[in-house]
């Protein structure tokens, strides 16, 4: 089965600064990779997502990159905000079907 | 407005105590899933439906049960079966092949 490795498991930036947050899978079926934020207490929320046909994709100050032959793919923020510092999480799914997600990472951003 | 709406939002429960927790989704999606996170950990799969009347295990489906008698209702039963059911449980909901995956707030069950 798939699994995804998310890599780091704590960030800290200061505010300004640039993010990144890399993952990995094992599934070379798989084609669909999003990318959530959860605040703490609160369900996670969809920021950006990208499928295998794509290999970058960007929503204003966020994007994602996709290598297929790798099997990675990474979360972009620039000029981070104190409101961006969260827990993030990545996955990666065949067609929506069993949806595998990394272990989160804890981004904080210092003002 | 569309959306997921997980119940209650903090529940205490006894040992020995079944809970179940309500989840219903207006966005007329067919899947529906149920991740448990613990604290610092990611999101592992309880148990998910792809069509009404019809569920599968996920990862970690011991001492929890499902229901899907409606296409908007994922009710999650953690039964006393459950070796330790403290933690946070979230619904989710997708269209299907589009692979969009949305989250309720999230339900936090305390035992004591």
């Known amino acids: 089965g798939e699994n995804v490795e998310q890599h780091p498991s704590t960030l800290s930036v200061q505010e300004g600064d640039s993010a990144v947050i890399k993952c990995t899978y094992s599934d070379s079926a798989s084609n669909y990779f999003p990318w959530y934020k959860q605040e703490l207490g609160k369900g996670p929320q969809l920021i950006i997502d990208?499928?295998?046909?794509?290999g970058e994709k960007k929503d204003q100050r966020i994007a994602v990159t996709l290598n297929k032959t790798a099997k990675h793919f990474s979360l972009h923020i620039t000029e981070t905000q104190p409101e961006d510092s969260a827990v993030y999480f990545c996955?990666?799914?065949?067609?929506?079907?069993?949806?595998?997600f990394g272990p989160g990472t804890r981004l904080s951003v210092l003002p | 407005d569309g959306g997921i709406t997980q119940s209650p939002k903090y529940l205490f429960r006894k040992e020995g105590q079944n809970v179940t927790l309500s989840c219903e989704q207006n966005?007329?999606?067919?899947?529906m899933y149920w991740y448990r996170q613990d604290p610092g950990q990611g999101l592992r799969l309880i148990y998910y439906?792809?069509?009404?009347?019809?569920?599968q295990k996920g990862d970690i489906a011991e001492g929890y049960s499902v229901s899907r008698e409606k296409k908007e209702s994922f009710p999650l039963t953690v039964t006393s079966a459950q070796k330790n059911p403290t933690a946070f449980y979230l619904c989710a909901s997708s269209q299907g092949w589009t692979g969009e995956l949305f989250f309720g707030e999230g339900s936090r069950l305390t035992v004591l």
């Open positions: 966005l007329n999606h067919d899947a």
């Open positions: 990208i499928r295998s046909n794509v």
């Open positions: 439906s792809q069509i009404v009347n019809d569920f």
């Open positions: 996955a990666a799914t065949a067609y929506g079907q069993n949806f595998v």
